[in-house]
């Protein structure tokens, strides 16, 4: 299979992580004869400082013309003062809209062997296996945003055509799991999450009747996913509370940077991405731990190339350089530790 691959290494660790995950790609595309293009191109505080844009008109083209893209992550103190009136951040958010990215899927998976690590006693860690499925494109990330005078204001808004495509993404996704579903919302408080608990109700009765669906407010699930990770399967909620509940959730693993993600649309090139951010406080010292990248390249070959068996091949690649006790040092603890470089050859290896 011929396919091009949009690469947006963006800041930080950015750069370093994806260029693990490309030469784990490549490796990918010699073992099963397939041909990938790779293209570079520009976002977030890089595209600042080249061009004045975070989301250059150049880039937005070239993914428009992949079929997937990789991205590393975006912003740093540089480019941080929160009045700055360009800021990275934008050139990711104005990506996921421009593509119809609304669904983030964010699976959490707790290796066995890095159970100690999460600070969650370990027993509450046997079989966690959870998908959280996060609207991307709506809400309070991009609603209207104004200040008057003394007063600040966001709005939150969703339509039912926006929670009905990816509540119906994230119940086929758990049909094909073990058939629950919980969406998350604050239902007592705000009238769009009133919307979200109707619009999932309608969808799950009458389209997925077979699916076990809960609703949970989302403070106590916060609290949920800490006393209980193991007891969920798919989780679908709005943009704001995904955000929050993914990094939560990460902390289950034992480190955000072994965390892959997928952002989807309806046809088109989906972006993936690991979940954590540029760490800019450990950039270009071989530090950051390229697994969540990498990760995030099996999904890409799955969703995007259809590729399952290249994907699990990765996957597998990854828990066995783990179960060989390879640690870069944000999961080493007090042991000793592998460099990004080292951790990408011992995967590479393995494929
Ligand atoms: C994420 C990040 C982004 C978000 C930021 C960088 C805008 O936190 O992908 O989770 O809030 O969506
Ligand atoms: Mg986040």
Redesign the pocket.
Known sequence: MHSTITLLPGDGIGPEVVGCATEVLAAIAQRFGHSFDFHEALIGGAAIDATGDPLPDATLRACRESDAILLGA??GPKWSDPNASVRP?QG??KLRRELGLYA?LRPVTVHPQLAELAPVKSDRLVGVDLLVVRE?TGGI?FGEKRREGDVAVDVCSYSVAEVERVVRLAARLAGARKGRLTQVDKANVLETSRLWRQVTTRVVETEFPELQLEHQLVDSMAMHLIAKPAAYDVIVTE?LFG?IL??EAGLLAGSLGLLP?ASLGDGGPGVY?P?H?SAPDIAGQDKANPIGTILSAAMLLRWSLKLDAEARAIEAAVTAVLDAGLRTPDIAGDGPSVGTRAMTTAVLAEI
């Open positions: 975006v912003g951040e990711l958010l983030n991307l990330y943009n955000d993914t990094d993600s991405e979940i951010g």
